[in-house]
């Protein structure tokens, strides 16, 4: 008797589904297609010299150390160098405050194992990044949305939403992905006192940190929440979990990245990773630790923001150029992405079959909407690109845009 | 105001726990003890200078690819080595029938978070292995348990748990962990059979299919299944979700494990690991196929075999030469276990303080026993110790049960 696995599965399988983008990211990787779709650093500037000699390093060294099992919490080392690392952010913990992850994915469904149930609220900003959404969507989250601007989360909103006792608010601070804004200060210090007011922990999601072009850095939530409550210094206290990842400061390949948080959820978090999938890679716990010691993230950013900035200028120039009046776009002060507007009536969906036709790709803004809203908005990836490409791809969606609009103005209304 | 953590997690936090070996591992790991407590391969075994150059060619040839994102089902050439070697079991199946795991933990954390709803029934051995129960405790599982002898799982007593309707059979047929029995022809066939009655599907777990160092292979429940239902070779069907890795045939520091399932099972199990961790490392995926490519695997298993082989004895013959009488130990024809029982009346849990402060250590048995059974029991590791130290870390162990034995005997009832 063979059932079919539909009726084999957990009812839990039913919430488990493709991300919205993942087929757009196969079909837009087509050969020949300028792809903006992907969060993808650019491999251009990958330090692949560095990883040869830490290869070596490593397993000249630690041998046969580097192959064998380890402990969940991570390597002491590696966690030494993302200490260090955060203090440059004003985060200053000691290594027990910090757990290694498989990269912020599964930070994200770690999380979302330990705090949701079924049904329960979570708070995000509207667009937000949709591998949270798929993480928790798991394991039974419902959303509810605060409103962004060009200043990101509208925290005059927040106190709504916090009422309904929502288990954590997720928030991005730092060129949002999707949307690429940045949480002003106030807006930062507004969070922590609301979030303390109706004891609400916040997960601060943070991987571009270092991925600033213009403007000064911000402190983070974390930050501001340590100093907002004071705290005697003898332990980390706070209301914020904070999350960060080599995968723009390094390469995403090695998959690391890390929690800070107060002890009692570093501990749980380390339990629910030993059930998970034990402990990170050992081996690139170790490679990272050596690519990244004796200060190369901080001398290394460097290079990344350079590159970054540069296409980042082109693609705004290129917009300029190209895009028709009516649509709009966010100016980030650094990350990956930033967020084109389309005016009312055209569907960012529906354009991109014609893009692709065209050999241009984006990502439709509409799957980062809990909401369902954001119907007229896009994705665009700035890193990963090269200059030429970027100008040919831009000019291309202008094209496309142009054609739409009087498509849009001189149609009868079906 | 601040609440309690313990108040801010999920009702599900409260499932997720420390396994109950972790904390013996740590301390079975202080200098000077002889451990067989650990489920370690031999470092001395592991194939560094194989490692080294794999990362040079990865590194030279396909440089910055191997440190980008890559698709959630796997390396496509890695994917295709494991086809080749699951052939060499009988499993033959196209490389859209496996999926790559962080590890056989992920493994079986996927398939419970697809299988498994809140007190759910799942039947396991009685002893099983450790890190499902683990994992699956996450998910709310509950446990039927089917006794175990000499030759694994008593499948004359499957039928009654089966009524029970649980989700699925988790079954490790080959060297299993903890007991390193082996289940024989005959009761595969039955499991497959009655599986297959009440329409429930197989897990088998198998990371030491090549690590059989006395009499002949036995084919996989997986491809006993296949035959049972005959089917018409076009696609993959079958009751049976295979699990191996890389963890005992190459290096656990690597955490590259892998999946072979029906289409639409594998499908599930890739929307899963996308949430859980996007993706295993795309560099660790290229290192291990370069490591394993061109028959290395083949080879090499022959060198793992030749060692752990002549540990095995070694630990045999010892424990023929130390143990006391009413000690009673298995004779595992391959793996990385033997399994110890004690005569009634010594608990292993309470002994274990007393090994260590003779430098040595063992698992306790009980943790392994889902319905709190096997007090009497414990699990030792063969493989990792050297032969020096498997000696005298079994005359240690000897000279306890002996002594414990005698205090049984002339002790005053308490």
Redesign the interface.
Known sequence: ??????Q??????GL????AI?EILKYSSAPGVISFA????S??V?P?AE??RA??VV??EA????????PTEGFVPLREVIAEHSASYGIRVPIENIQLT??S??AL?LLG?????PG?YVVVENPTYL?AL??W???GARYLTVPSDEQGMRTDLLEDVLRKEP??IYVLPNFQNPSGVTLPLERRQELVEMA????I?IIEDDPYGKLRYFGENIAPVFVLDQEY?GGNGDEV?G?VIYMSTF?KL??????MAWVIA?L??IR?L???K???????????QMIAYEVARDGFLHEYSKTIRATYKERLLLMLEAMEEHFPEGVEWTKPEGGMFLWVTLPEGLDAQELLPKAVERKVAYVPGQPFHPDGSGKNTMRVNFSNASPQMIREGIARLGALFREELERLVTAPKS
Chains 1, 2 share one sequence.
């Open positions: 008797m063979q059932k079919s696995w539909e084999r599965f957990a009812d839990r399988a488990i589904d493709s991300s993942r992907g969060g993808l650093p491999p251009d990958f692949v990883f040869k290869c070596e397993l000249d041998g046969p150390a580097s192959l064998q099992y380890s498989s990269g994915q599964q469904d194992m330990l705090f949701i149930d329960d591998g798929q993480a969507n798991a394991y288990r954590f303390d007011k109706y004891g922990p409550r206290e209301n995968s390094l390469a995403p390949g090695i998959r107060e009692e959820v749980k380390v339990f629910a030993q059930g998970a999938d034990l402990h990170s890679p050992t081996f690139n």
